[in-house]
């Protein structure tokens, strides 16, 4: 029998108490179903919705992902959640970043709750997986999608405007599904925390602890002084998976073409701007892609 994650306003009102943050999560709007938690938060971001709002859903009938995806969660079995940020001091140019700020999250926090989930890490630019021998490298645990509007922050010393300047973090993640709940696909194979440690996870606490990890990551994202920092942590993170010993084939657009252009490398880091940098294995030539996905990494 599954539980709604929140059972009433009055439990809303204890998360928002308890959270060790500022201003992510201190507002909660749940529903027990909705389109998109995304679309929720981007009205929300349009008018005057305040920063740090969590609009989070049990179940969404048109939950998407990148290049118009679907995400798929059997009801209260996953997290399926938007964070609606208004950031003061994120420069234009360090956008690219948020994506991989919210994964860096992800990963840190499901590593807090088991031994089995320390592995977990970033697939650029914007899954969570778990690394493993199969092919394609990797198991799918959970995805991002950012949608933004940043154009009134262009650098660390000009003013926001705040009710213009905005980004909307959309995260889904498989918590308490079972194998058959997941469903059958020719890419990288899901997962979910349940399959990964053999037990339930209290969907709360794992909510909890993403925005709290969020919050702290996107407050270093806006101190000029802390990114190089941050930048090294989520290079960090990749490289333990992706190793210069380890090849990666990586596709580049048109993506949605009988032949993709697929291209092997290894991963030579992130630039400045948050964008994949590969080495390539004949010519050690680095080039950085603002557009591409990884397909395989060599086991």
Same mark, same amino acid.
């Given at each position: 029998?599954?539980?709604?994650?929140?059972?009433?306003?009055?439990?809303?009102?204890?998360?928002?108490?308890?959270?060790?943050?500022?201003?992510?999560?201190?507002?909660?709007?749940?529903?027990?179903?909705?389109?998109?938690?995304?679309?929720?938060?981007?009205?929300?971001?349009?008018?005057?919705?305040?920063?740090?709002?969590?609009?989070?859903?049990?179940?969404?009938?048109?939950?998407?992902?990148?290049?118009?995806?679907?995400?798929?969660?059997?009801?209260?079995?996953?997290?399926?959640?938007?964070?609606?940020?208004?950031?003061?001091?994120? +420069?234009?140019? =360090?956008?690219?970043?948020?994506?991989?700020?919210? &994964?860096?999250? /992800?990963?840190? @926090? *499901?590593?807090?709750? %088991?031994?089995?989930?320390?592995?977990?890490?970033?697939?650029?630019?914007?899954?969570?997986?778990? +690394?493993?021998? =199969?092919?394609?490298?990797?198991?799918?645990?959970? &995805?991002?999608? /950012?949608?933004? @509007? *940043?154009?009134?922050? %262009?650098?660390?010393?000009?003013?926001?405007?705040?009710?213009?300047?905005?980004?909307?973090?959309?995260?889904?993640?498989?918590?308490?599904?079972?194998?058959?709940?997941?469903?059958?696909?020719?890419?990288?194979?899901?997962?979910?925390?349940?399959?990964?440690?053999?037990?339930?996870?209290?969907?709360?606490?794992?909510?909890?602890?993403?925005?709290?990890?969020?919050?702290?990551?996107?407050?270093?994202?806006?101190?000029?002084?802390?990114?190089?920092?941050?930048?090294?942590?989520?290079?960090?993170?990749?490289?333990?998976?992706?190793?210069?010993?380890?090849?990666?084939?990586?596709?580049?657009?048109?993506?949605?073409?009988?032949?993709?252009?697929?291209?092997?490398?290894?991963?030579?880091?992130?630039?400045?701007?948050?964008?994949?940098?590969?080495?390539?294995?004949?010519?050690?030539?680095?080039?950085?892609?603002?557009?591409?996905?990884?397909?395989?990494?060599?086991?």
């Amino acid at each position: 029998m599954t539980s709604p994650l929140f059972e009433s306003t009055q439990d809303i009102a204890n998360f928002e108490r308890s959270i060790a943050t500022r201003a992510l999560g201190k507002r909660i709007q749940f529903f027990n179903r909705t389109q998109s938690t995304n679309d929720l938060a981007l009205d929300a971001a349009r008018g005057h919705g305040a920063h740090g709002t969590v609009f989070v859903a049990d179940e969404q009938d048109a939950g998407r992902g990148r290049r118009g995806r679907t995400w798929n969660c059997p009801p209260a079995m996953g997290l399926l959640f938007s964070v609606l940020v208004r950031p003061r001091t994120i +420069p234009l140019e =360090a956008s690219g970043w948020i994506p991989l700020v919210a &994964g860096l999250a /992800c990963a840190e @926090a *499901l590593a807090s709750f %088991s031994e089995h989930l320390r592995g977990v890490t970033v697939k650029w630019p914007n899954d969570i997986v778990v +690394p493993c021998d =199969a092919t394609p490298g990797w198991k799918k645990l959970g &995805g991002i999608l /950012c949608e933004s @509007a *940043l154009s009134a922050v %262009s650098s660390d010393t000009t003013p926001v405007d705040l009710e213009r300047g905005y980004a909307v973090i959309g995260i889904g993640l498989n918590i308490n599904q079972t194998q058959a709940m997941l469903p059958e696909t020719d890419k990288a194979p899901p997962t979910s925390l349940l399959l990964e440690t053999g037990k339930c996870s209290d969907r709360q606490a794992v909510l909890q602890a993403i925005l709290e990890r969020l919050e702290f990551h996107l407050d270093a994202l806006s101190d000029s002084s802390q990114r190089s920092a941050l930048r090294f942590a989520i290079e960090e993170k990749m490289r333990a998976w992706l190793p210069e010993s380890k090849q990666i084939t990586f596709r580049l657009p048109p993506f949605d073409v009988p032949n993709p252009n697929e291209q092997v490398g290894t991963f030579a880091g992130l630039d400045t701007f948050g964008r994949l940098r590969i080495r390539s294995v004949h010519d050690h030539i680095e080039t950085a892609y603002a557009d591409a996905e990884i397909v395989a990494v060599q086991p």
